[in-house]
């Protein structure tokens, strides 16, 4: 479903109207499949339920009945999981009614996840698990005294735990639900045991949509492959560099030709002996100082005076590179100011492990890699998020191929 709702914000909308009608129709349509059923004498419930909520509704059924299919269907997510979670209701829900639902429930969940509408996946993953468990507490309910409850409290705590592929975290969440310790040897049993079947077949669903999506989400550890490879291996170019002093036409020239945001800054003659690594400057501070104009007719440091024009609260908000006019294109404009002097470098044959490592632990945008002589340029070249990514290490280094698929696999095992 993921893959048609990229085709654009038209194709995105249609889906969202006819999953929407889709839902209606399954929310108000099955129940008629359903017939009704006496109610309960022993329940303390009123029955049929009057308003919004509850565990009996009444859905065409004459006074004294109830329709337990409407009964989950028709009540907001919260009363239906309460309604499957609830002890001591076996007879409230038939074993047909439970089939339908989680039918349902299971095929609506998975075309509405990945849909243009933050529909969520933990209430429907709950729902379905909830109503297996109640089924597979039927069929075995004359082997164990256990209550339907609580079989569909673990069916729940299975699917998460399938899905989700979180063992702590649901573990509490669920413990809070229920508010007894007594349930934790088998809830740790049995998240346990349904991530450990779900990663010998793929991957959480978390994982998958990050991996759709092309996120360059960044392990807590480098790969095993990464070791036999080093910073520079997986340096992609062009290099883009700026000098200290540049004139405005280049500069916006590639900001309108490059996606890069962040570009190293180098001084040369006049201003040093020898090129010279200064720093790096944003391509959203190049904006901002595109958009004061503070240029000047010769190779100048102008620093000061663009330092008394622009105030903290200019960065704040970018421009947009327009308005400058062709005299202006062959002006130069002082990076100095805006320019960070002290960026994260690494020596080119730093290992690639250590420098993914060092990238996340800092929260890095821009790893600089310098050679290890000075006899040439002091910038090799940047490492970004993306230049760490499997896709990309494919590309430059076909070899590598077939420890990166391995490394993934057990990545997210």
């Given at each position: 479903m993921y893959e048609f709702c990229r085709q654009g914000p038209k194709v995105q909308v249609l889906i969202v109207v006819i999953i929407s009608l889709l839902t209606s129709c399954c929310s108000y349509g099955i129940p008629w499949l359903a017939n009704c059923t006496p109610c309960p004498i022993d329940t303390k419930d009123e029955c049929p339920s009057l308003g919004g909520s509850g565990n009996y509704k009444n859905f065409q059924c004459r006074p004294g009945y109830y329709n337990d299919l409407a009964s989950l269907f028709l009540n907001t997510s919260d009363d239906a999981i309460r309604n499957l979670f609830s002890h001591g209701t076996q007879k409230e829900f038939q074993l047909s009614t439970r089939l339908i639902f989680f039918v349902a429930i299971y095929c609506l969940g998975i075309i509405t996840y990945g849909i243009a509408v933050p529909s969520g996946l933990f209430i429907p993953v709950i729902l379905a698990g909830a109503s297996y468990g109640r089924i597979v507490g039927t069929v075995v309910g004359s082997l164990s005294s256990l209550d339907a409850g609580l079989f569909s409290l673990l069916g729940a705590a299975s699917f998460l735990g399938g899905t989700m592929r979180m063992t702590v975290s649901l573990c509490i969440i669920l413990l809070e639900l229920t508010n007894d310790l007594l349930m934790l040897p088998l809830m740790m049993l049995v998240l346990l045991v349904s991530k450990t079947v779900g990663d010998c077949f793929n991957m959480g669903a978390y994982e998958q949509i990050v991996r759709m999506k092309g996120l360059p989400y960044l392990a807590d550890h480098g790969e095993p492959y990464m070791r036999s490879l080093v910073a520079k291996d997986v340096v992609s170019g062009p290099l883009i560099t700026f000098s200290g002093v540049e004139k405005v036409g280049n500069v916006l020239h590639f900001l309108k030709t490059t996606g890069h945001h962040g570009f190293p800054i180098i001084d040369d003659q006049p201003f040093t002996d020898a090129p010279e690594l200064v720093g790096l400057v944003l391509r959203s501070h190049l904006l901002v100082l595109l958009k004061g104009k503070t240029f000047s007719k010769t190779r100048a440091m102008i620093g000061s005076e663009i330092l008394e024009r622009l105030e903290a609260n200019d960065f704040g908000k970018a421009g947009l590179g327009r308005g400058i006019k062709g005299e202006e294109m062959e002006m130069f404009v002082d990076l100095h100011p805006i320019t960070n002097?002290?960026?994260?470098?690494?020596?080119?044959?730093?290992?690639?492990?250590?420098?993914?490592?060092?990238?996340?632990?800092?929260?890095l945008r821009h790893l600089c890699v310098v050679p290890k002589t000075h006899a040439r340029p002091p910038v090799v070249g940047i490492l970004t998020r993306h230049d760490f990514m499997e896709k990309h290490i494919r590309r430059l280094h076909p070899c590598y191929n077939s420890q990166v698929e391995e490394a993934s696999v057990l990545h997210f095992r």
């Open positions: 002097t002290s960026p994260y470098t690494v020596l080119e044959t730093m290992s690639l492990a250590k420098a993914a490592v060092l990238f996340r632990e800092l929260g």
